[in-house]
C-alpha cells in the first residue's frame, strides 16, 4: 500500500483482519491536502464515496476466502 500511496493511486485507511484478529490497521496518504492531515485508521470519510471499492474488496476477500 505504501508503493501506491507513493505513486499517488491510494489514499485512504485499510483494516484486515481474519477470524477477528487484526492483522493491519493503518491509515495511508492524506485525508485532506488543503489542510496537510494524514490518513489514520479513526479518520471519517464519507461512506457513499468508498461504496464501489468497498464492494470490489468484499468481493476479493470472498472469491479467496479459502485460499
Known amino acids: 500500500m505504501e508503493k501506491k500511496t507513493k505513486l499517488g493511486h491510494f489514499s485512504g485507511s485499510v483494516l484486515i483482519a ?3 484478529e487484526v492483522i493491519l490497521n493503518k491509515g ?3 485525508a485532506n491536502l488543503k489542510h496537510e492531515i494524514n490518513n489514520t485508521p479513526q479518520t471519517n ?5 468508498q461504496a464501489n471499492p468497498l464492494l470490489s474488496l468484499q468481493f476479493y476477500c470472498y472469491k479467496n476466502k479459502d485460499s
Open 18 to 20: 481474519k477470524q477477528g
Open 28 to 30: 495511508y496518504g492524506m
Open 45 to 49: 470519510s464519507d461512506l457513499a464515496l
